[in-house]
């Protein structure tokens, strides 16, 4: 068993609410492995993430009360591992200090202010169902890791 939760660190570009979605799922499936927040690079104003917010709820997680917040220094020390979950990101990402580790997760973009309100739900559902699958992979490697140390 792990000596405290993994901080994660979910870093996007202030775009379609990915790193509150991926935080949102971290902290929800993790069982307390993980301490995971939402990040963006970079001033970009309120997004209201409404579908987001939706598709979450309908899975049973609430984000709405889970901001994004603007990327600072100390964020990055604080974590362990940061995700970037955006090209932006991936291109923008600072530096990270000796021992946090970066992985990358080009997420889709879903379909936004479409005529088609099923259609723009239905692929915010797929991204909602991509983000639970990678953190549940990450979880799962977690577990597998706390095993190893067992033995």
Known sequence: ???????????????????????????????G???ARSTV???HGTNSCSCAVTVMGEAGVDISRQPSLCLVPGMLAWADLVVT?????DEQCPALPAGVQKRHWPLANPIQ?????AGVLQSWRMLRDD????????????KMLERMDAD
């Open 1 to 31: 068993m792990y000596k405290r939760s993994a901080h994660v660190l979910f870093l996007g570009t202030g775009g379609p609410c990915q790193s509150q979605m991926a935080a949102g799922w971290a902290n929800h499936l993790s069982g």
């Open 131 to 142: 983000i639970r699958s990678r953190v549940e992979g990450m979880i799962g490697g977690m």
């Open 41 to 43: 690079i970079g001033p």
């Open 113 to 117: 202010g479409s005529e088609n309100e």
């Open 33 to 35: 492995r993980i301490v």
């Open 85 to 89: 979950v955006c090209r932006g990101a």
